[in-house]
């Protein structure tokens, strides 16, 4: 028995040991838990970027110029839900940006401000886990963009003339897409979204804007090019996608977001595709302030742009009440690219 007896101490201490290593494991193990615990619920926030710019001159000597003055900004808000099987993500975002030129001859047309962009964006997905890592979710995923000031056809802020009219203005266009799919997201940085059978409207409240028929609603036109019917909306069903990059670098002095958008119309021509391109780079200068450099591209088959014909800087072309254009430049089918760069500050609430 006593020579058993250190043998039996020392088994009593391995076990010991190993309770130890086991209850420290199971400690790591529920602490992990906790932390994973404190990620769930709502997080939101926002920021605020701003485009200013100006120059003033007093008697300017020729050649010097003429007064310039610029302002606009973007504006984000989201607000994010994760829970342990789900998650629900948010986003609406705004783009305005316009500037004014002091004239230096009387037949330059009236001084004002010249719209430069406008853009209102908002977005939602709704996410259910399927499989037992946080990888594979059934998805809604939701979609709409207008713009918030009229803009004239001579792309000034307030019309020049009687003849001005409006060409776009809240909910003239509206686009909207409603997309049920799969999104796979193989790390927190990066998320691949497919809708076999997403849905694409554009919608067009105002019936004078309607007839001209470029921001993409059914219209029938003759053989001149005249429309002679319209309606104010356009239907899609297709396949979209989408995808989306996010991640810091340099100690987290910069910031990366891409987000890629693809849309096919099964009803009409799906082998043209809609593409939505955007992405932000933003440099931190101190807590919360950064200059961040904004570029997108854009293009939609049913969407008419501005063409530049003769190549002169200038895209002058006017829309007529039927639908015809006027002018050296015409109206076509292309992509439209932005780019900006922007003082901005962003806070967590």
């Known amino acids: 028995m006593k020579k058993f007896f250190p043998f039996l101490i020392l088994f009593l201490c391995f076990q010991a040991a ?3 290593e086991a209850g420290n494991a199971r400690l790591d193990e529920v602490s992990k838990m906790v932390a994973l615990r404190d990620t769930f619920g709502w997080t939101t926030g926002g920021g605020i ?13 020729v050649g010097a110029g003429a007064n310039r003055v610029g302002l606009g900004g973007l504006g984000t808000l989201f607000a994010n839900r994760k829970e342990a099987r789900w998650y629900w993500n948010n986003q609406f975002s705004i783009q305005l940006s316009a500037q004014r030129l002091g004239r230096t001859q009387t037949a330059q047309p009236k001084v004002g401000f010249q719209k430069n962009l406008d853009v209102l964006r908002l977005s939602s997905r709704f996410g259910y886990k399927i499989s037992k890592d946080d990888k594979w979710f059934v998805a809604i995923d939701g979609f709409a963009q207008t713009l918030a000031l009229k803009t004239y056809a001579s792309n000034y802020l307030k ?12 909910f003239s266009p509206l686009l909207a897409t409603i997309s049920p799919g799969i999104d796979y997201k193989p790390n ?12 694409q409207i554009i919608f067009v409240a105002d019936d ?4 001209t028929g470029v921001h993409g ?4 036109r003759d053989d001149l090019g005249r429309i002679t019917d319209y309606k104010n909306t356009f239907f899609g069903l297709g396949s979209e996608f989408k995808a989306g990059y996010n991640n810091k670098y340099f100690n987290n002095r910069l ?3 891409n987000n890629l958008r693809l849309f096919s119309n099964y009803l009409d021509e799906p082998q043209n595709i809609d593409v939505l391109f955007s992405n932000n780079f933003s440099i931190a200068i101190f807590k919360g302030l950064s200059l961040d450099l904004l570029a997108e591209y854009f293009y939609d088959h049913d969407v008419f742009v501005k063409k530049d014909v003769n190549e002169d800087g200038i895209y002058d072309v006017t829309i007529n009440p039927d ?3 006027t002018g050296p430049d015409r109206l076509g089918r292309g992509g439209q690219m932005t780019g900006a760069f922007l003082l901005k500050y962003s806070v967590i609430f």
């Open 188 to 199: 927190a940085h990066l998320s691949f979204f497919y809708s076999p059978c997403g849905t």
């Open 217 to 220: 609603n059914d219209v029938t």
């Open 49 to 61: 970027g701003l485009d200013l710019g100006g120059m003033g001159l007093l008697n300017p000597r």
């Open 18 to 20: 190993f309770a130890q």
């Open 208 to 211: 004078a804007i309607a007839a």
């Open 159 to 170: 019309p020049i003339d009687e003849n001005d009219r409006v060409v776009a203005q809240l």
């Open 255 to 257: 910031s990366v977001t």
């Open 323 to 325: 639908g015809t254009t």
